[in-house]
């Protein structure tokens, strides 16, 4: 026995107050058939809550809840695991919002597949952290696996690499980084083969990035963090479907080339947020190559068109993006969290490596050893790619298209019942799964637009606070609209007829009670 292992001497939990209390909740494997009857009773709850459930949502107000979650003492736990699973039954479960009910139709939240739940339950009990090789080992490999299969649906070619993130918004900000740096690369080669070198400094100032007026706020989130400031996003116009106009594009281009600015990227949108519409990809690209410009595509909620069975056309000109977002926790039917950002190139992906002496210095990298963190702008991170590794093993690529593609079929369906409605007006036939809309009044009871709003906006927020339905909503030149967001299968055209019926019905009593005193004020002046 050495004489470190005869002189040290472990302090017994015993003597740290707390500390035995702490060790029996450390999972182990000694505590291992606890973590098996704990996390089992929590199952549970979640399963006997979501087969009970009969509306989306409880319309409990954040004056409601808020005192009943401040008053709970976190100073006096309360030690027993069926006590605070009771509690959080009556704190959060019982007023979740329930996206796996068929009359939840807001936002860009999909119901998730099991086999990506087990995923879940996996990965939070190993815990691995997909930063480095010695921390994740197979967890690597499954993620690298992933990155290719969806680079290869994508057609990027043989070169193409990516990592996955916490969504698409981080998505995007990663790809504008690489764009950036591509961009002052390309310029400062330029100039110092010309004898004018020029420094990084000096560019910035002239970088733009182009994107669809509908495309998502994220862009500009990104020009502002990596300090171009939220003017250097200049929207492009978009046609009567919401799709970017590439005769508008073009003439940016022309413009910011004549005023020597430089184009850094053009984002093209596959999925807006709010239509669903998918922009020309094939004529954005050819423009791109015409100017020289990066490429990105936000595919964030279009990406589920990689596996349809049917629709897979739509993203045709993909394969030709420098950078693609992807969300599988959109239309892959994954839990949040689960993305990637993928690159034609992989040598780009160096403009995020940093290598830190604890943890990826640049031996590893001379040693093949694949350290995730080289690439990405995030160091901890969860082993996420294991819920899609599942889904894919367990149910395969084509079951997720055909969910998919039920639920694009289904707003085919809702724009039809939507078209012949009097009571509303559709914006776009839509391309995906989103439909957006507004309750018009009966004929000669439409005169205060501004009053249409509010009658909307009421619609909405009754419809919410009842409980029955929860629906999202957006403005649309100027004026206030409802919008359906459909990644449910189990969501049928009744279910949407009924929606429809208690939107008419709501904002009709909201008409009926101001409408007459509109109309005497109006009068009156």
């Not at 015993?14 to 500390?19: F, K, L, M, Q, T």
Request: glycine content about 8%; charged content about 20%.
């Amino acid at each position: 026995m050495s004489f470190l292992a005869q002189t040290a001497e472990d302090p017994s939990p015993e003597s740290i107050p707390g500390a035995a209390e702490g060790r029996a909740h450390l999972f182990n494997g000694r505590t291992a058939e606890c973590y098996r009857r704990t996390v089992t009773d929590g199952v549970g709850l979640v399963a006997s809550t979501v087969a009970r459930t009969v509306r989306p949502f409880t319309g409990v107000t954040p004056a409601e809840l808020a005192p009943e979650i401040s008053g709970i003492d976190l100073e006096r736990p309360l030690g027993d695991p069926g006590a605070a699973l009771k509690e959080l039954e009556g704190i959060y479960l019982k007023d979740a919002v329930y996206f796996h009910h068929p009359r939840y139709l807001a936002h860009l939240n999909c119901p998730v597949v099991i086999p990506a739940l087990l995923g879940e339950a996996v990965l939070s009990a190993v815990n691995s952290s997909l930063d480095t090789w010695d921390q994740s080992a197979g967890g690597t490999l499954i993620e690298r696996r992933l990155i290719d299969w969806t680079a290869d649906r994508i057609g990027l070619g043989e070169a193409a690499d990516g990592i996955f993130t916490s969504g698409g918004t981080q998505s995007n900000l990663h790809a504008m980084l690489l764009a950036r740096d591509e961009a002052c690369t390309l310029v400062e080669k330029e100039t110092a083969a010309a004898g004018e070198p020029v420094a990084t400094s000096e560019i910035l100032p002239r970088l733009r990035i182009l994107t669809s007026q509908a495309g998502h706020f994220s862009i500009q989130k990104a020009a502002a963090v990596l300090g171009l400031g939220y003017e250097a996003v200049i929207p492009i116009a978009c046609d009567q479907d919401r799709r970017m106009r590439t005769a508008a594009l073009a003439r940016e281009l022309d413009r910011c080339r004549r005023e020597n600015l430089v184009v850094m990227a053009v984002v093209a949108t596959a999925g807006t947020t709010d239509f669903g519409s998918v922009d020309p990809l094939p004529e954005i690209a050819e423009l791109c190559a015409r100017y020289r410009s990066w490429l990105h595509v936000d595919a964030a909620y279009g990406c589920g068109l990689l596996v349809s069975p049917t629709r897979r056309h739509l993203l045709d000109g993909i394969e030709r993006a420098d950078s693609v977002t992807v969300d599988y926790h959109k239309s892959f039917f994954q839990p949040v969290s689960s993305s990637a950002v993928l690159v034609r190139d992989r040598a780009t992906l160096s403009h995020a490596t940093y290598h830190a002496d604890y943890l990826n210095p640049e031996r590893s990298a001379k040693k093949l050893i694949p350290n995730q963190v080289d690439k990405s702008l995030q160091t901890t991170r969860r082993f996420d790619a294991l819920k899609l590794w599942l889904t894919l093993r367990i149910m395969g690529a084509d079951a997720v298209g055909a969910l998919f593609d039920e639920v694009v079929d289904r707003a085919a369906g809702a724009w039809s019942l939507l078209d012949t409605d009097p009571r509303y007006e559709v914006v776009t036939q839509p391309q995906l799964s989103t439909l957006v809309f507004r309750y018009v009044p009966p004929s000669g009871d439409d005169g205060d637009p501004a009053l249409v709003d509010r009658a909307n906006l009421h619609a909405r927020e009754a419809l919410a606070a009842s409980g029955e339905a929860v629906v999202a909503g957006t403005v649309v030149d100027g004026r206030h609209y409802l919008k359906f967001t459909l990644l449910n299968p189990e969501t049928s055209l009744s279910d949407i007829g009924c929606v429809l019926d208690l939107l008419a019905e709501h904002a009709g009593q909201y008409l009926a009670l101001h409408i007459e005193p509109a109309l005497s004020h109006f009068r009156a002046g």
